[in-house]
């Protein structure tokens, strides 16, 4: 059955703060199974009851995207959470570099979401009326 994937920019304005999510770089959706990297960061997030959910990735106005593999990660940025420590820990060395090849760990600022959004309301008003044919 389809999913309906939210972008990772509507989760942030739907959360009204920032977000975190996880890309895969050798995420492949075929018949041969998933990315074993990726199966295993999802088994990880699910053992230590860190909730996600597949999303994609950046809203860009009349691009159509196929799915890629990112995850959404339902867990506020805040650095003195347990959990969060937990899984930059698991993700991210004490330098910040990524622990595991091909993932890589981003945060997604609300403000950020904002703009994308208020863009693409700009680009809407400015092509209003348009409709492709000659006068």
């Known amino acids: 059955m389809p999913q309906l994937l ?3 920019d509507a989760i942030a304005r739907e959360k009204n703060r920032d977000v975190l999510f996880l890309h895969f770089e050798n995420f492949e959706q075929d018949d041969q199974g998933d990315d074993p990297i990726r ?7 699910e053992d230590h009851d860190i909730a996600y959910q597949p999303c994609m990735g950046l809203e860009q106005e ?4 196929t ?4 995850i959404y990660i339902d867990l506020p940025l805040d650095e003195t959470d347990p959990t969060y420590q937990k899984l930059s820990e698991y993700l991210e060395d004490d330098e910040g570099n990524m622990m ?4 890589l760990f981003y945060v997604l600022s609300l403000e950020t979401a904002l703009d994308i959004e ?3 309301l700009k680009q809407s008003d400015d092509n209003e009326g348009f409709t492709g ?3």
Do not use: C, N
């Open 62 to 65: 009349g691009f159509v995207d």
């Open 6 to 8: 939210q972008h990772i």
């Open 100 to 103: 595991l090849d091909g993932v």
């Open 133 to 135: 044919k000659p006068s």
């Open 67 to 70: 799915y890629s593999g990112d």
């Open 39 to 45: 199966s295993i960061v999802l088994a990880w997030l």
């Open 118 to 120: 208020a863009d693409a």
